[in-house]
């Protein structure tokens, strides 16, 4: 495509640059590239008479830079714990033994000049840290060098100009940015950055997170690749950069963000009307929570229900695993609060060894797994560890009286594991009936669809559960082989892959062909282009995070059952994720335009 | 006063920056001298720099050496430290 008004010579085929999202969110503006200069390591020989100033301006420079530090957490606010943490390792980096008075000795036994010793002194630094095995500590290098750089900018003399002049909105671009960088792009007129460097565990990508700025990190050459001045869309959740967007493009971000700020008063309305379409045809919108903090705001956005608790709240908050009496208060409240709506309760979901070694007491320590992703995780730790997992039933069931339960069973593969949680099922509730504690007679046991072998068995499956919850965040990852935390693979993380697709229809024909209810719990189910097909499938049920009900709620509103099962089955037909998108991007907006602004 | 104990790392990471961090602070707070010795080598834990290049891993055995009034207390609080888990643990690999 071609633009009349700007000749983008410098960009490579096609319009867009795929990085990795790092902090979610949609934003169009221009960007400032900022690019460092790299003259800090010129050395020059100090005459015995400058050595002590030289100390001293090192010294200063140190100082200046904790100042600065210290400034910038005092401004913080106090839920930003993960920031907090962040400054003060580099605090303590700042006045490491390894970076101050080494640098120090090398200006004194070399006579040399502050920038070269520091220089010195951080190659070394590196090269103790290029020869620990463990990337995650590796990476904590790109720390020591943020707080590294920002003395070798004090030494020059370089002040702390404000990241951007512009009082027009921008998006920033750079090497990379330290997490203070992140910080003070608050409360500024950057909307969002990206970056060459970094990764999705970086701690800018932490803060940026924690302060809700869209980010994209890891495009190679994006420095050169982008000139300040120049337009982009960027996509801080798929890590997408659309250059120079056609005006529709733009026109469509700028109208989705304005729908969002309007979203809140508008959806207001939709809380309290009945989530179906135009003719009748209803989906049930329920939540997806972890603590009972939750709750006041599942209400206030109208969930009917809460179809996925994640129950390892209760299990990671103490130094030892929760009582009986403990989660029995939890899920008590949890069902009273949501009453008369189902509650579907996830059963413990963690890896086995991380979760066993929490608890430095116990003594079924497990050796660390090869693969923990493939390993005694989710129900199998369940099975397992058979004490803890009936002390889990024993307070859901007992809770039952107090609401509707649900109880979920994560990644079950086999029918055999089926069998096992049922035999340990009805020895619980015989246990309980022996105690004279009461149970209601309708709670209802189903599973997790979440493994590739679940789908192709669902027939079976069907038989032996109340319900199938698809859980698509793993199905994603299983099926297709893809761990998202990966940066060299994350991109093939696709919900639109029409195997993807396939395996949610053919679980819910299956489900249905037993008359049993069908939810879908990943992230898919409040994505505003997921959505509409997932209800055209059939789902009976889609949960998400509580704020984003409204929104489907609204778009459900406007659809047309027919349609929606037309489109569907049009996806099922794709041959690749790209036709689907371009199928969704033609459909979606035309038949409700004021829903769409993505393409 | 003197404090001295083996402990086994427990946490997922192993000792990463905010343990390091946490470590560190704990014993200006206590006003001691604290430090980690793995095989050969001793570091202080008021050097960040040194007690992550240990790079220890969970399940490695360390020594804990706590040197100061409130030895004790601080050698208790360090192992309550470096057995301590993530908030970015609660997340199951799926």
Redesign the interface.
């Known amino acids: 495509m071609t633009h009349p008004d700007k000749e983008d010579n410098q960009i490579p085929s096609g319009r867009s640059l795929q990085g990795i999202g790092v902090s979610p969110g949609i934003v169009a503006a221009t960007v400032v590239v900022l690019k460092r200069q790299t003259l800090r390591t010129g050395w020059y020989h100090l005459p015995a008479d400058h050595i002590e100033k030289e100390v001293d301006r090192f010294a200063g420079a140190i100082k200046a830079a904790g100042d600065e530090l210290l400034h910038l957490r005092e401004k913080l606010a106090d839920d930003l714990a993960d920031a907090l943490s962040i400054i003060d390792s580099h605090l303590l980096m700042l006045k490491d033994r390894m970076m101050v008075e080494r640098t120090m000795a090398l200006i004194r036994n070399n006579n040399v000049n502050a920038e070269w010793a520091l220089a010195q002194a951080l190659s070394e630094i590196k090269e103790r840290f290029d020869r620990i095995d463990d990337p995650y500590i590796r990476e904590r290098f790109a720390d020591i060098k943020h707080v590294a750089d920002r003395v070798f900018d004090l030494l020059s003399g370089r002040e702390h100009g404000p990241l951007s002049g512009e009082d027009q909105p921008v998006i920033l671009v750079a090497n990379d940015f330290s997490p203070e960088d992140t910080l003070r792009m608050q409360a500024s007129s950057v909307h969002g950055f990206l970056t060459e460097k970094g990764g999705i565990t970086s701690h800018t990508a932490i803060v940026a997170r924690s302060l809700g700025l869209p980010a994209v990190v890891g495009i190679e050459h994006a420095t050169s690749l982008l000139t300040t001045g120049d337009l982009i869309i960027l996509d801080g959740g798929s890590g997408r950069i659309t250059l120079h967007p056609e005006p529709a493009e733009l026109q469509r971000v700028q109208e989705g963000n304005r729908q969002d700020r309007l979203l809140a008063e508008e959806l207001d309305h939709y809380v309290h009307l009945a989530s179906e379409t135009m003719d009748g045809f209803t989906v049930r919108l329920s939540a997806n929570i972890e603590t009972l903090g939750e709750l006041p705001a599942v209400l206030r956005f109208g969930s009917e229900g809460i179809g996925l608790f994640r129950s390892e709240f209760d299990y990671f908050n103490g130094r030892r695993p929760p009582s009986e009496e403990q989660l029995l208060s939890t899920y008590q409240q949890l069902l009273a609060t949501m009453a008369p709506y189902p509650v579907t309760v996830r059963t413990l979901d963690v890896g086995g060894d991380k979760f066993l070694n929490r608890f430095p007491g116990n003594k079924a320590w497990l050796d660390r797994e090869r693969n923990p992703a493939l390993g005694l995780r989710s129900i199998r730790f369940s099975l397992y560890e058979r004490d803890l997992f009936r002390s889990q039933l024993r307070a859901l069931l007992r809770a039952s009286v107090h609401g509707r339960l649900r109880i979920l069973l994560p990644l079950i593969s086999a029918p055999v594991e089926l069998r096992q949680v049922k035999a340990i099922v009805a020895e619980v509730l015989a246990e309980l009936a022996g105690e004279g504690l009461p149970v209601a007679e309708d709670v209802e046991i189903g599973m997790m669809v979440e493994v590739p072998s679940a789908v192709v068995m669902a027939d079976v499956f069907a038989a032996e559960v109340d319900f199938f919850a698809i859980g698509t965040n793993d199905l994603i990852q299983y099926s297709l082989a893809i761990d998202r935390g990966n940066q060299y693979v994350a991109h093939l993380y696709e919900p639109f892959h029409p195997a993807v697709l396939r395996m949610i229809q053919q679980t819910v024909e299956a489900g249905h062909a037993r008359n049993i209810p069908v939810s879908l719990c990943g992230e898919m189910a409040g994505d505003p282009l997921c959505a509409p097909v997932l209800m055209g499938m059939g789902l009976d049920e889609l949960s998400m995070r509580p704020a984003v009900v409204p929104r489907v709620k609204r778009l459900l509103r406007h659809c047309r059952s027919e349609e929606l099962r037309r489109i569907a089955q049009q996806t099922l037909q794709c041959g690749d994720s790209e036709q689907v998108r371009d199928l969704l991007a033609r459909e979606l907006p035309h038949l409700y335009p004021r829903e769409f602004y993505q393409g | 006063m003197r404090a001295e104990q083996v402990v086994v790392i427990?946490n997922?990471?192993?000792i990463?920056?905010?343990v390091?961090?946490r470590l560190?602070?704990m014993a200006a707070s206590h006003g001691v001298h604290l430090f980690l010795r793995h095989g050969e080598e001793t570091v202080e834990c008021?050097?960040?720099?040194?007690v992550?290049?240990l790079?220890l891993?969970?399940?490695t055995a360390v020594g804990l050496v706590a040197e100061g009034a409130q030895a004790e207390s601080a050698l208790a609080a360090a192992i309550e430290i470096i057995?301590a888990?993530d908030d970015s643990?609660?997340d199951?690999?799926?």
């Open positions: 427990g997922e990471r192993g990463h920056g905010r390091a961090t560190a602070g008021s050097s960040i720099l040194d992550l290049a790079a891993a969970r399940g057995n888990q643990d609660h199951p690999p799926g």
